[in-house]
């Protein structure tokens, strides 16, 4: 499955930023538990979010708690990370992957880059203070 992140940019601090992905035509998204990574420079890439192959229910980095939204609409194959009052700490390369899932399957342990099976390339998001 290919994985397209986008909506990336530089804002100032406190701002807002909505990233989007995308998966190939072919792909059913909807099959799929998707999740959001970042990469800061200098530091290892590590779990923002994740959201149900059906959207009800989504897990948060306690960094991001109540600041970001994951949603998705799986009717045009997309899913999205909605950032609110961004901080310069966010400021990294976010990723999506996905993983092939049932209906049941407990997304809340889904927060190590080997729980998924794809990945799409980053998209770099740089808040300035």
């Known amino acids: 499955v290919q994985l397209q992140a986008s909506g990336g940019g530089l804002v100032q601090a406190g701002a807002s930023l909505k990233l989007s992905c995308s998966t190939s035509?072919?792909?059913?998204?909807?099959?799929?538990?998707v999740g959001w990574f970042r990469q800061a420079p200098g530091k290892e890439r590590e779990f923002v979010s994740v959201?149900?192959?059906?959207?009800?229910?989504?897990v948060y980095a306690d960094s991001v708690k109540g600041r970001f939204t994951i949603s998705r609409d799986n009717a045009k194959n997309m899913v999205y990370l909605q950032m609110d009052n961004l901080k310069p700490e966010d400021t990294a390369v976010y990723y999506c992957?996905?993983?092939?899932?049932?209906?049941?399957?407990?997304?809340?342990?889904?927060?190590?880059?080997?729980?998924?099976?794809?990945w799409g390339q980053g998209t770099l998001v740089t808040v300035s203070s």
């Open positions: 992957a996905s993983r092939d899932t049932i209906l049941t399957w407990d997304i809340t342990r889904m927060t190590k880059e080997s729980d998924y099976q794809s």
């Open positions: 035509r072919r792909a059913a998204i909807s099959r799929m538990a």
């Open positions: 959201v149900s192959r059906g959207g009800s229910s989504q």
